[in-house]
């Protein structure tokens, strides 16, 4: 019998039985939600971020958003939610549950203050002292907590990148993340100075900074509070671009370990974190849509996908195409390819000559209701790919290499 | 890949009661989802396959991006009959046969829901109207108010001259309101959509049978006949003359006129009734016997189900009706009894080679001859013109047509004909899209073109 691959991974020096994690999120509100989480199989989770009594926090009615396609399949996801708003007590008392309950699951501790060094030194005592295996430092909430001078306020400014790091890991027994926010220039240069403040680790992204839409009939922005809304966290499937784009930078940047978020759904995506250097993934918006058993999937999923591979382990494949992300000044400018179409596949539906003729170069004939199918000009065919993106045929435009010139 | 939507349709055992539409239309969600399966191809076959040429891809593109009445606008610009058309359409044969997603292993769009979806949120709104030129002195005469004369007298409206409409009916709609029955297209439809047309400043002369062409040509620039085809063929057997069977363009006519309560049609409570023909106007035939409480409903087909003419769509709701299907039999003899049908004497059929036009031959199997005791008989063995009228406009001729160059031009001078009357019996759709071009051609005369 084959052995199956091995699918643990290590952080911070811990093990965790598999890489998904649960983001601080709603989906990881109370230690009862936590505790049925890992109960269906999660690797761990980070708590919805806590933070002291004292910083007040509301829950707006309503506070999220959704972009489409068709039906119900999500592209985006916003939302406008604050930090928890559970006491510091509470917290400290489930935490000691959770861990009981669950000693081998990896609980990450996710936190919040003003920037003042000595309430996130206090928190950070508080909350690593209750038991969790880790912190999180949510330097990244890009709405309502950073015109109170928290979540991204801070990791938009790498002093307080600095100093605050540096005051929760005086505060911490335990390693310490930093949770870093997309809406900035250069994430790579944030990451570099929590890593040189002292962090562990680092997690990203946190939410885009985005406005999901305005309702058209009433001239309400999206989500309405009462007729008027604000800039709001984007995620779901539409950010993973660009959470894969700041996790691959990080991981070029740093030498800590990265855990990848953004845009999670299915282990072809945590496949593609791991790859480009994620040491585990996190994941949020797909359990708000569909629950936690969505994490049968994705274990059995990566499980079946190293094995159909070959590989013993996941850690295999952790940063394995890392090395093949460069600049575009370094890539082969001599290097050619045409399209090719493939006749007998074409169902001649003039979708890729369309595309070519008004937004490519012309490199497609195409005679409507003869029968013929469509045929690329290699002359003319400059390989920018857009028919072989475009073509609702699988399999029927691929690439042939030609001669240099 | 995702399937096709299929909205609900009453069950046979309920719709049978009533002759009013049973099919649902797509809401708002089903017909996002079914307009998301459309390709949106460059020119396709789609667009190619339809007689009026809509630019399907385009008004489904508009339905998905929710832009309803310019989905609407869109078919309406190619077809003023597109609503009618959306629910008449034998769409199997038509644009959704083309669709290239039958290459993909998958169902076609649905075309005809999309288009009756968008006519009906055009109809809530109220039927787009166009620009029309300013007015021309010359006047045009149209003889017959079906789709073919409609269509025709729409264009030359819109483009400024004065038109006259004559019909032998008190309504105009031609087969639109006398032969196609509410279960297929509500009558509103087509009611909306002829109210439209005149809207454009049309002149209607209802319960008038015009047969003097050259007086019309005294007062009339031009003259266009879309007569349409009102009559039935004949079997030619024996019996054909009893009580109790009926041409089945008279029988449809009948039941349609006493749906309007403007006439009677056959009782057929408990009967047996036997339709001769394989059309999609013998599956309608077989419906309305139905409906009218027959106990029996028969086709009698002398090919089998591969080579019979109806849409799928359509043999597969009368089946389940309970329709039953004779096939392979052909008439021979009709049998009475004190003047009435009391039977039908059929012999089996052998299929044979394809004929020149690709249909496979049929000879009679000797010693195989059959008989059922029938009731009443509709026969639908094809349609014709009226040839009374025909003769009286002294046109010439072909196989019962009307004869006419490809700008439907009829041997006297000013005389245009298209439709069903030229065709032979066609679809809405064509007798729309030969309206239309003959109005090109009349324009094209009216000004001392080229004919």
């Given at each position: 019998?084959v052995?199956?691959?091995?699918?643990?991974v290590?952080f911070?020096?811990?093990e965790?039985?598999?890489?998904?994690?649960?983001?601080?999120?709603?989906?990881?509100?109370?230690?009862?939600?936590?505790?049925?989480a890992?109960?269906?199989?999660?690797?761990g989770?980070?708590?919805?971020?806590?933070?002291?009594?004292?910083?007040?926090?509301?829950?707006?009615?309503?506070?999220?958003?959704?972009?489409?396609?068709?039906?119900?399949?999500?592209?985006?996801?916003?939302?406008?939610?604050?930090?928890?708003?559970?006491?510091?007590?509470?917290?400290?008392?489930?935490?000691?549950?959770?861990?009981?309950?669950?000693?081998?699951?990896?609980?990450?501790?996710?936190?919040?203050?003003?920037?003042?060094?000595?309430?996130?030194?206090d928190?950070a005592?508080?909350?690593?002292?209750?038991?969790?295996?880790m912190?999180?430092l949510?330097?990244g909430?890009?709405?309502?907590?950073?015109?109170?001078?928290?979540?991204?306020?801070?990791?938009?400014?790498?002093?307080?990148?600095?100093?605050?790091?540096?005051a929760?890991?005086?505060g911490?027994?335990v390693?310490?993340?930093?949770?870093?926010?997309?809406?900035?220039?250069?994430?790579?240069y944030?990451?570099?100075?929590?890593?040189k403040?002292?962090a562990d680790?680092t997690?990203?992204?946190?939410?885009?900074?985005?406005l999901?839409g305005?309702?058209?009939?009433?001239?309400?922005?999206?989500?309405?509070?009462?007729?008027?809304?604000?800039?709001?966290g984007?995620?779901?499937?539409?950010?993973?671009?660009?959470?894969?784009?700041c996790v691959?930078?990080?991981?070029?940047?740093?030498?800590?370990?990265?855990?990848?978020?953004?845009?999670?759904?299915?282990?072809?995506?945590a496949v593609?974190?791991?790859?480009?250097?994620a040491?585990?993934?996190?994941?949020?918006?797909?359990?708000?849509?569909?629950?936690?058993?969505i994490?049968?999937?994705?274990?059995?999923?990566?499980?079946?996908?190293?094995?159909?591979?070959?590989?013993?382990?996941?850690?295999?494949?952790i940063?394995?195409?890392l090395p093949?992300?460069?600049?575009?000044?370094?890539?082969?400018?001599?290097?050619?390819v045409?399209?090719?179409?493939d006749?007998?596949?074409c169902?001649?539906?003039?979708?890729?000559y369309?595309?070519?003729?008004?937004?490519?170069?012309?490199a497609?004939?195409f005679?409507?209701?003869?029968g013929k199918?469509?045929?690329?000009?290699?002359?003319?065919?400059d390989?920018?790919?857009?028919?072989?993106?475009?073509?609702?045929v699988?399999?029927?435009?691929?690439?042939?290499?030609?001669?240099?010139? | 890949?995702?399937?096709?939507?299929?909205?609900?349709?009453?069950?046979?055992?309920?719709?049978i009661?009533?002759?009013?539409?049973?099919?649902?239309?797509?809401?708002?969600?089903m017909?996002?989802?079914?307009?998301?399966?459309c390709i949106?191809c460059?020119?396709?076959?789609?667009?190619?396959?339809?007689?009026?040429?809509?630019?399907?891809p385009?008004?489904?593109?508009?339905?998905?991006?929710?832009?309803?009445?310019?989905?609407?606008?869109v078919?309406?610009?190619s077809?003023?009959?597109?609503?009618?058309?959306?629910?008449?359409?034998?769409?199997?044969?038509?644009?959704?046969?083309?669709?290239?997603r039958?290459?993909l292993?998958?169902?076609?769009?649905?075309?005809?829901?999309?288009?009756r979806?968008a006519?009906?949120?055009?109809?809530?709104?109220?039927?787009i109207?166009?620009?029309?030129?300013p007015?021309?002195?010359k006047?045009?005469?149209?003889?017959?108010?079906?789709?073919?004369?409609?269509?025709?007298?729409?264009?030359?409206?819109?483009?400024?001259y004065?038109v006259?409409?004559?019909?032998?009916?008190?309504k105009?709609?031609?087969?639109?309101l006398?032969?196609?029955?509410?279960?297929?297209?509500?009558?509103?439809?087509?009611e909306?959509?002829?109210?439209?047309?005149l809207?454009y400043?049309?002149?209607?002369?209802?319960?008038?049978?015009?047969?003097?062409?050259k007086?019309l040509?005294?007062?009339?620039?031009?003259?266009?006949?879309g007569?349409?085809?009102?009559?039935?063929?004949?079997?030619?057997?024996?019996g054909?003359?009893?009580?109790?069977?009926?041409?089945?363009?008279?029988?449809?006519?009948?039941?349609?006129?006493?749906?309007?309560?403007?006439?009677?049609?056959?009782?057929?409570k408990?009967?047996?009734?036997?339709?001769?023909?394989?059309?999609d106007?013998?599956i309608?035939?077989?419906?309305a016997?139905?409906?009218?409480?027959?106990?029996?409903?028969?086709i009698i087909y002398r090919?089998?189900?591969?080579?019979?003419?109806a849409?799928?769509?359509?043999r597969?709701?009368?089946?389940?009706?309970?329709?039953e299907?004779?096939?392979?039999s052909?008439?021979?003899?009709?049998?009475g009894?004190?003047?009435?049908?009391?039977?039908?004497?059929?012999?089996?059929?052998?299929?044979?080679?394809?004929?020149?036009?690709?249909?496979?031959?049929?000879t009679?199997?000797?010693?195989?001859?059959?008989?059922?005791?029938?009731?009443?008989?509709?026969?639908?063995?094809?349609?014709?013109?009226?040839?009374?009228?025909?003769?009286?406009?002294?046109?010439?001729?072909?196989?019962?047509?009307i004869?006419?160059?490809?700008?439907f031009a009829?041997s006297?001078?000013?005389?245009?004909?298209g439709?069903?009357?030229?065709?032979g019996?066609?679809?809405v759709v064509?007798a729309?899209?030969?309206?239309?071009?003959?109005?090109?051609s009349?324009?094209?005369?009216?000004?001392g073109g080229?004919?």
């Amino acid at each position: 019998m084959v052995s199956k691959p091995d699918i643990s991974v290590k952080f911070c020096g811990y093990e965790i039985e598999n890489p998904f994690l649960l983001s601080s999120a709603p989906p990881t509100c109370t230690g009862e939600m936590i505790q049925r989480a890992f109960k269906a199989g999660w690797g761990g989770a980070v708590t919805k971020t806590i933070k002291p009594d004292k910083t007040p926090v509301y829950d707006l009615k309503n506070r999220f958003g959704r972009m489409g396609i068709e039906d119900k399949q999500l592209v985006l996801f916003e939302n406008i939610e604050e930090v928890s708003k559970r006491p510091v007590g509470t917290w400290v008392k489930e935490i000691k549950e959770i861990k009981k309950a669950f000693p081998d699951k990896l609980l990450v501790g996710s936190l919040m203050a003003e920037p003042k060094e000595d309430d996130w030194e206090d928190l950070a005592r508080v909350i690593s002292e209750a038991g969790v295996d880790m912190l999180e430092l949510n330097f990244g909430c890009p709405h309502g907590m950073p015109e109170r001078g928290m979540g991204a306020f801070c990791g938009q400014r790498p002093e307080l990148i600095d100093s605050l790091t540096k005051a929760a890991k005086r505060g911490s027994t335990v390693p310490v993340m930093v949770k870093l926010t997309p809406n900035v220039t250069d994430i790579a240069y944030m990451a570099k100075t929590a890593e040189k403040a002292g962090a562990d680790a680092t997690s990203a992204i946190n939410t885009v900074l985005g406005l999901i839409g305005v309702n058209i009939d009433t001239f309400e922005p999206m989500p309405s509070v009462d007729g008027k809304s604000t800039f709001g966290g984007m995620s779901g499937p539409g950010v993973k671009p660009i959470g894969m784009r700041c996790v691959a930078q990080i991981a070029q940047a740093t030498n800590i370990p990265v855990s990848g978020i953004g845009g999670i759904s299915t282990w072809k995506d945590a496949v593609e974190y791991l790859l480009i250097g994620a040491a585990n993934v996190q994941v949020c918006t797909a359990v708000m849509w569909r629950g936690y058993r969505i994490v049968g999937d994705l274990v059995d999923g990566l499980t079946n996908y190293l094995s159909d591979k070959g590989f013993k382990s996941v850690n295999e494949i952790i940063g394995k195409t890392l090395p093949r992300l460069t600049s575009w000044s370094k890539l082969d400018k001599d290097w050619k390819v045409v399209a090719n179409i493939d006749k007998d596949k074409c169902i001649k539906c003039g979708v890729c000559y369309i595309g070519c003729y008004d937004g490519g170069y012309q490199a497609i004939k195409f005679e409507p209701n003869t029968g013929k199918a469509a045929e690329v000009d290699e002359e003319k065919c400059d390989a920018c790919s857009l028919c072989y993106l475009s073509c609702p045929v699988p399999g029927c435009i691929t690439w042939k290499r030609v001669q240099q010139k | 890949m995702s399937g096709r939507t299929h909205p609900p349709i009453l069950p046979p055992q309920v719709r049978i009661k009533t002759f009013e539409p049973y099919a649902e239309n797509l809401d708002d969600r089903m017909a996002l989802y079914e307009a998301s399966r459309c390709i949106t191809c460059y020119e396709p076959p789609c667009k190619e396959a339809c007689p009026t040429h809509i630019d399907i891809p385009e008004f489904i593109h508009r339905i998905k991006s929710g832009n309803y009445y310019g989905a609407a606008k869109v078919i309406r610009q190619s077809n003023i009959f597109g609503g009618e058309c959306a629910y008449v359409c034998p769409v199997e044969r038509l644009c959704e046969e083309k669709c290239v997603r039958n290459s993909l292993k998958d169902e076609p769009v649905a075309i005809s829901l999309l288009q009756r979806f968008a006519f009906e949120k055009e109809r809530k709104k109220g039927i787009i109207k166009f620009e029309k030129a300013p007015p021309k002195k010359k006047k045009v005469a149209v003889v017959g108010a079906g789709p073919a004369g409609l269509s025709a007298a729409y264009e030359l409206a819109r483009k400024g001259y004065k038109v006259t409409v004559f019909d032998s009916n008190p309504k105009a709609g031609g087969l639109m309101l006398y032969g196609i029955l509410p279960w297929k297209a509500s009558w509103e439809v087509a009611e909306s959509e002829i109210k439209n047309i005149l809207d454009y400043g049309i002149e209607f002369v209802p319960n008038k049978k015009v047969s003097d062409l050259k007086a019309l040509l005294k007062e009339y620039g031009a003259v266009f006949i879309g007569a349409g085809t009102s009559k039935s063929a004949k079997l030619g057997i024996e019996g054909e003359d009893l009580k109790g069977v009926y041409p089945a363009q008279d029988f449809l006519y009948d039941v349609a006129k006493h749906l309007q309560k403007k006439g009677k049609a056959p009782d057929l409570k408990g009967k047996r009734v036997a339709i001769i023909g394989g059309g999609d106007t013998a599956i309608d035939a077989s419906m309305a016997s139905l409906r009218l409480g027959a106990e029996r409903v028969y086709i009698i087909y002398r090919r089998s189900l591969a080579e019979m003419p109806a849409v799928p769509y359509g043999r597969k709701q009368a089946k389940e009706e309970g329709v039953e299907f004779l096939l392979l039999s052909s008439p021979v003899r009709i049998h009475g009894k004190n003047g009435a049908v009391a039977a039908i004497e059929c012999v089996k059929m052998a299929l044979g080679e394809p004929d020149q036009s690709g249909r496979r031959a049929v000879t009679p199997i000797k010693g195989s001859e059959f008989k059922m005791d029938i009731d009443v008989v509709i026969v639908a063995v094809g349609q014709k013109p009226d040839q009374e009228a025909l003769k009286s406009f002294g046109l010439k001729l072909k196989n019962g047509l009307i004869e006419t160059d490809n700008k439907f031009a009829t041997s006297i001078k000013g005389v245009f004909a298209g439709g069903d009357v030229v065709n032979g019996g066609e679809t809405v759709v064509k007798a729309t899209a030969e309206g239309k071009l003959a109005a090109e051609s009349i324009d094209q005369f009216l000004k001392g073109g080229s004919k």
